[in-house]
């Protein structure tokens, strides 16, 4: 262990990648809930003018390198990438309840295995389903209403004017790989991009198509979702007619690899300064649907932040629930319609359509 966290109440919330694309979006979160702040990164400068404005520290932990790290903290929220699993294990050691929103499925499943081994006495709340596990909430929301969740549908609308950090390219970087889904009960392996269909998401029409994301495969383990899928659009629609002709062709099997990597990322990247999140939910147990549309004006950043920041209230306690104990899921939340009121509090939209009914909730888009 080269790392030491120490747990202690009263002391800050680590944020590591606290002052990145979402580190700074959940710093600010968290600061106006009048909690300090411990911001980390490779560069502690670039952080300092944020820690300054919100009362906060800023120092370095770069996870790629050897230099150890140690700070006595009250949580840790990881949004940025922990590919040794540093911050987990230091956090399971020393009994400091974390949130995690940044892992692919993979490195979930893994992140499973160590923080049981870990036997952690402080709650880990694995929350990297898509936009920092809000997906999950209002699932585990709609799912609540009506009394289960045999099949779950996911929608994403990417806005390709929205602000996406380098870790979000990554966590979409696996175009070339197969993962495992779970449909009417049974796994089998999908093809990344494939399955196409075009679905009404608010007001747009998209082009959606398979990805790998980590709710697909907790859905499953925690509510006995029998089908559970998850398709990305873009809002371009070019972008995505692009995407899947790239896929079609094989480029992201044969450019798979690190000698590719640059060349694979300048495809689905396209920083922009600003857009809108939005995505859809259907949520179907016997013989009834709920619709949610979820919509947040601030963009993709701040929605993934948002999600991180009810995990945080979460794993404290915060949040009118008693904290949860051990490893968990964010559709594990004992009042997942509560949870949902706070997303609308932060400005997100919340759109449930019932039986031909629209329940709006929320800030306007």
Not at 155 to 170: K, L, T
Request: proline share 5%.
């Amino acid at each position: 262990m080269i790392d030491e966290l120490i747990s202690d109440p009263a002391g800050p919330v680590l944020i590591t990648g606290g002052y990145g694309t979402v580190g700074a979006e959940l710093a600010r979160m968290t600061a106006a809930a009048g909690l300090p702040l411990l911001l980390t990164g490779r560069n502690p400068e670039r952080g300092q003018a944020l820690a300054d404005e919100l009362g906060g520290e800023a120092r370095a932990w770069d996870l790629a390198s050897a230099t150890p790290f140690r700070a006595a903290v009250r949580a840790v929220v990881s949004a940025v990438n922990d590919p040794d699993d540093r911050v987990l294990r230091a956090a399971a050691h020393a009994g400091v309840p974390q949130v995690d929103i940044t892992r692919w499925t993979a490195r979930l499943q893994r992140a499973v295995t160590i923080a049981t081994l870990a036997r952690p006495t402080a709650p880990v709340l694995l929350s990297s389903g898509w936009m920092g596990g809000v997906t999950s909430l209002v699932t585990a929301a709609l799912a609540r209403e009506l009394g289960g969740a045999e099949r779950v549908e996911t929608a994403v609308r990417w806005d390709m004017a929205d602000r996406a950090g380098a870790d979000s390219v990554e966590f979409m970087d696996r175009l070339g790989i197969d993962f495992e889904v779970v449909e009417d009960g049974r796994r089998r392996l999908a093809a990344p991009l494939s399955d196409g269909r075009t679905v009404r998401i608010g007001e747009d029409s998209v082009r959606v198509a398979r990805i790998d994301t980590p709710e697909q495969y907790t859905l499953p383990l925690t509510m006995g979702t029998a089908t559970a899928a998850t398709r990305i659009g873009f809002s371009s629609p070019a972008a995505t007619r692009m995407l899947l002709a790239l896929r079609g062709a094989g480029f992201f099997r044969w450019a798979d690899g690190e000698r590719w990597t640059r060349a694979r990322r300048a495809v689905i990247h396209s920083p922009g300064t600003g857009g809108t999140a939005r995505l859809r939910i259907d949520v179907a147990h016997r013989a009834e649907t709920r619709t949610a549309t979820v919509t947040d004006p601030a963009g993709q950043s701040h929605l993934t932040a948002a999600g991180g920041y009810l995990g945080l209230l979460r794993v404290l306690g915060a949040d009118g629930s008693p904290a949860p104990s051990g490893v968990v899921f964010p559709e594990q939340h004992p009042d997942p319609a509560a949870a949902v009121r706070l997303l609308t509090g932060l400005g997100v939209r919340l759109d449930v359509e019932r039986a031909g009914t629209t329940d709006q909730r929320g800030a306007a888009a």
